[in-house]
């Protein structure tokens, strides 16, 4: 049986840094656990009240407003998710850097970056359990499960619009390192292929190449050669989901150990030399810094699995 706490009546002044803010959006992250059928029927129902008045779910917040949130019966939420405590404390060790704004966190392989789809831990959960007392974290990017490496955290609403206007305007700069089938040729430069993407009924997504899908652009580099497999160095352009995966299965050269889009007999190869996770890690981001205006930038190193693949491979005459 649930534990059930009542909230008390709360009144919250915004802050610059919240204005902007649809106020439904505003009562999800004040209001945790609350269902949002519940939230917009306390709107609806003029239970929530903005400068004493009455207002609309999409109503955006100004600085200095007075919100009245309304007590509340929830089920009660714990701060840090029990069954994942250890993780949650796994995540201290995988930041890269912490300031007021932002949060740069090398992510582990396998971990989701935030919960749903059959999970209910995910990245963006633990750090929010980590850190308790910020009333604010959001991811400013993904990465897939599988894939390993730089992701970005704003701790301030500000600073996520920030980052979010350089990623659309392509003034954030992120580099991979991919292990891929056979000899990458020496004068490709970049892939360029619409991508079009298809959720199935399980949910799973599938990403393919599409003269309907969005234009998509991936630049590479080669970094290493081995015996039938080369490491290289991916800077997508365009942000798709999937799209390096996809962009070097396209060009013939699948990523070691992808469940969707891999090369069987390569991956078989890369498994007897004990690798058992997708080679895709997020090596480098760099970015305009929101508070500072300063160019950043922060690099994570490899983890075990991937080194260790690299050594084996240089070992193979």
């Known amino acids: 049986m649930k534990n059930e706490i009542t909230q008390k009546v709360r009144f919250v002044t915004i802050e610059s840094d919240l204005a902007g803010q649809r106020v439904d959006n505003f009562l999800r992250t004040q209001l945790k656990g609350?269902?949002?059928?519940?939230?917009y029927r306390i709107l609806r129902k003029g239970e929530v009240r903005v400068n004493k008045g009455r207002v609309k779910p999409d109503y955006k917040l100004v600085a200095n407003d007075l919100v009245r949130i309304p007590p509340v019966r929830i089920a009660e939420v714990k701060d840090t998710p029990n069954p994942k405590l250890e993780k949650v404390a796994e995540l201290e060790s995988c930041i890269l850097y912490e300031d007021e704004r932002i949060l740069v966190i090398n992510k582990p392989s396998g971990t989701a970056v935030h919960g749903g789809s059959g999970l209910n831990f995910g990245l963006i959960e633990g750090l929010r359990a980590l850190r308790p007392q910020a009333s604010f974290m959001e991811l400013v990017h993904r990465l897939d499960r599988d894939t390993s490496g730089c992701i970005l955290i704003a701790k301030k609403r500000s600073a996520l619009r920030h980052l979010h206007a350089q990623l659309r305007e392509g003034q954030m700069d992120k580099r991979y390192q991919a292990l891929v089938a056979g000899a990458w040729p020496e004068n490709r430069f970049k892939v360029k292929a619409p991508l079009l993407k298809n959720v199935l009924q399980s949910g799973e997504r599938l990403v393919s190449v599409n003269d309907n899908g969005k234009p998509s652009e991936t630049r590479f580099r080669i970094l290493q050669r081995f015996t039938g497999a080369t490491l290289v160095e991916a800077s997508p352009i365009t942000g798709r989901?999937?799209?390096?995966?996809?962009?070097?299965?396209?060009?013939?050269?699948?990523?070691?150990?992808d469940p969707k889009y891999g090369d069987v007999h390569f991956d078989d190869q890369m498994r007897r030399l004990g690798l058992k996770r997708l080679f895709l890690h997020a090596a480098s981001i760099r970015f305009i810094h929101p508070g500072t205006e300063e160019t950043v930038r922060f690099d994570a190193p490899l983890d075990s699995a991937l080194t260790n693949s690299i050594k084996q491979l240089n070992e193979i005459l």
């Open 34 to 39: 609350v269902p949002k059928s519940m939230i």
């Open 241 to 257: 989901t999937h799209q390096i995966r996809v962009h070097c299965q396209h060009a013939g050269h699948a990523i070691a150990c």
